[in-house]
Each structure stands twice: as structure tokens, then as C-alpha cells.
């Protein structure tokens, strides 16, 4: 699965370093604890059939531009397709990232949608190291994954009107308070797929984090805004300058892949949509000013700070297992980055690792995995 590469000779001292440092330092995640919230999702992963023959393995679609053209075909008559499902696991944003963090051995609180009044047997799989949270019923996705990307059709089912009154009334605020008060870290994710979440942002912002202080330092806390293809202007910027409230409590991080990242940039006072990662992520840190922006696309991962840019490729997978939740995995690397207060630079590889340990071998890793992962780096490939 995986190659020698003559790439980016700089990344092998980058992986020294941080192999060094994981191996004497190993015992400092399991004493951290982050609070997550608020989505949750029942995904169905699958690939589409394109051909079937008697007697052989069906032939999939490779790439979403060839299942684009195919569908494109079709305009003006009705046609069928067929999916293989590959797998049905625990989805959303929120589990996913939180059985990573968990699978580092970071305890983490698990606020979402994960079956009420009961919580649904699905959740039950994520790692030990998860409590659980849950305000509302899951929602459902299929989750259709090519080579090159993937294609999620979700249904949200109850959580479009699980706002924050919903939260409050069924966690309770003191318990919210309590959470988010003896946490090292915060992960706010999946703005742009629920409804409410501009409304369970102002509660945090007006009832969570005033009732509390963290000892006169900032509280980390990291965004996913998930794809914002569907959101309106007036949202996104609405949203956007809830993020800048949100400086004023917290150590804001912010966390992109390279479209939602264009999206931004565009409502951002129209910045072209074509430029690259690092062009886009330096207009994005000017505008939000957040403490850390983390950019991350298939092929290479920037982070802006205050004391400037890093960036560093990704490690390529010949055979990957599974896409849905790479970027989710990558975050949890990132968050569990900076519980280990690693630089900006240490921090994109150790995310890296942990997205392309999923990939390969379709689970979370732990932290043994991703250093025998990463002291294997003569063995890798990188874009």
C-alpha cells in the first residue's frame, strides 16, 4: 500500500522530530479532554456500479467527472442506478472526529444527535473514551466515494429544529457550562449542514462561555464549517462574524478544506475562487484574523498563525479504504496537535499521518499507529 518516495526530502526531518518527540511524550493525551458537538449521522458508505457482468465483479465508477458525464447523458429521460454498499457506520462530523480523538486517547464529551430518547446502537462502537451527549435522533447519509472524492446525500431528519433551547432543555446548562469549563478544548464543527447551528452558536457565545473563565487564559477552540455550498451569503457572513465574537472568549482555530475555503474567499469581498491554498488561507487569515487557520485539500495542508505560514504535503495511499471522514480525522490530528502544543509545522504532519492512517487502513489510529506509521516514512509516498 505504500511506496518509497524521493519527495519533499525537508518532510523526513519534520517526521524525525515529531517521532521523537510522540515517543517521550506519549503520556500527556490521556490526561486532556475536549468537548464536541453538535451533529450526528447513521452513513452508509457506497461506490456506484457502472457495469455489470454475469459472472464478474461489477465495474464502479472511478472518478466523479466520469459519473458527471454519465449522468449527464440521461437529461430528458429517467434512468436507474445501482449502489454497493461497502460498510454502515456512525457519521457526521462530530463521532467521527470524536472517536479519532478518542483513539488517541483523549477523553472526549460527545454533544449531538446520537438517538432520543435512547441513544441509538450505532454510537455504542465509537471509542471508549467518548461520553455521550445526545439531544435529538440522528440523521441519515449515503455517502458515495470515488477516487478522487465523494458525494454525500443526507437527510437531517429532527436535526434541522434541534436548536439550543433543545440542548439546554435536555442537557441542561449547568451541564453545558460544566463541560465546556473543565475542557482543554472545544470543537465546534458542521455549521453549514444544520439549521440551528447559528442559533446554538449564540447560546454558546451568551450563556456557556461568560459563566466561566479559563484562569485568565484563552480556551482553544476549533471550528469545521463543513461544506457551504448550499448556505446563503447572508449566512455564511452572519456566521462569520459570530467566528470574530468568539476571539473575543477563545483561542479561535479554524479548520477548511480547500472548497470550503474558496467559498469563504469568495464572500470575502470576492477574492477569486481559483487561486491556490496558501493564496486563499493568507486572504482568510487576514480578513477573520482567527488565532490558527488550518487549510487542508488532497494533495497539501497549510496552517497560518501569528508568527506566519507553514505548509507540508500529504501522504498518498495507493489503495485507499475509505475517503468519508479523512478530513474529520485530519482535524482530530490537528486538535491533538495542539493539546501537545506542537508547532505549526509538527502539527500539519501529525495531522496528516492520522488522516492517511485512516485512509489506508479505514479506522482511526491510535497513537502507536501513527508513529509506526510515520517511523516508516522511507516506506511512504507523498504527493
Known amino acids: 500500500m505504500l511506496e518509497l518516495s524521493t519527495r519533499n526530502k525537508d518532510l523526513s526531518d519534520k517526521v524525525a522530530k515529531l517521532v521523537t518527540f510522540l ?13 464536541t458537538g453538535f451533529d450526528g449521522f447513521i452513513d452508509t458508505i457506497a461506490k456506484v456500479i457502472k457495469v455489470k457482468n454475469a459472472g464478474q465483479p461489477p465495474i464502479l465508477f472511478t472518478t466523479i467527472e466520469e459519473f458527471g458525464n454519465y449522468i449527464t447523458t440521461k437529461a430528458g429521460a429517467g434512468f436507474s442506478l445501482e449502489l454497493q454498499e461497502q460498510n ?11 472517536n479519532a480523538l478518542g483513539s488517541l486517547d483523549v477523553s472526549v464529551n460527545c454533544i449531538g444527535a446520537l438517538g432520543y430518547p435512547q441513544l441509538d446502537p450505532s454510537f455504542k462502537s465509537l471509542s471508549s473514551n467518548c461520553q455521550l451527549y445526545s439531544f435529538a435522533n440522528p440523521g441519515t447519509s449515503t455517502a458515495v466515494e470515488f477516487q478522487d472524492g465523494k458525494m454525500i446525500l443526507g ?19 449547568d451541564t453545558m457550562i460544566n463541560l465546556f469549563k473543565k475542557s482543554d478544548l472545544l470543537c465546534l464543527v458542521n455549521w453549514a449542514e444544520i439549521d440551528a447551528s447559528t442559533n446554538i452558536w449564540k447560546g454558546i457565545l451568551n450563556e456557556v462561555l461568560p459563566a466561566y473563565h479559563s484562569n485568565g487564559q ?13 448556505r446563503s451569503v447572508e449566512a455564511i457572513v452572519e456566521a462569520l462574524e459570530l467566528l470574530k465574537e468568539f476571539t473575543n472568549h477563545a483561542k479561535v ?37 482567527p488565532s490558527i487557520l488550518v487549510l487542508h485539500s488532497l494533495r497539501e495542508t497549510v496552517a497560518f498563525d501569528a508568527s506566519g505560514f507553514s505548509t507540508s504535503n500529504t501522504f ?24 501537545l502544543e506542537l508547532d505549526l509545522n509538527l502539527s500539519l504532519v501529525f495531522a496528516n499521518a492520522v488522516a492517511a492512517y485512516y485512509v489506508g487502513y479505514g479506522a482511526s489510529p491510535g497513537l502507536g499507529d501513527v508513529i509506526s506509521f510515520l517511523g516508516n516514512y522511507s516506506l511512504v509516498k507523498t504527493y
Open 253 to 289: 482555530i479554524i479548520g477548511l478544506n480547500h472548497n470550503e475555503a474558496k467559498l469563504i474567499a469568495a464572500t470575502l469581498n470576492n477574492d477569486p475562487t481559483d487561486r491556490d491554498l496558501a493564496s486563499l488561507g493568507n486572504h482568510i487569515f487576514n480578513h477573520l484574523k
Open 88 to 98: 454502515i457506520k456512525p457519521g457526521g462530523n462530530m463521532p467521527i472526529m470524536a
Open 218 to 230: 484563552k480556551q482553544p477552540i476549533f471550528f469545521d464549517l463543513s461544506d457551504l455550498s448550499k
Open 316 to 339: 498518498f495511499i495507493d489503495d485507499p479504504k475509505i475517503s468519508t471522514g479523512a478530513g474529520d480525522n485530519f482535524n482530530a490530528g490537528f486538535c491533538a496537535a495542539q493539546l
Open 23 to 35: 515517543k517521550s511524550k506519549s503520556s500527556l493525551l490521556p490526561g486532556k479532554t475536549v468537548t
Open 155 to 173: 437527510m437531517m431528519d429532527s436535526l434541522h429544529n434541534a436548536g439550543w433551547d433543545t440542548i439546554k432543555n435536555i442537557i441542561g446548562l
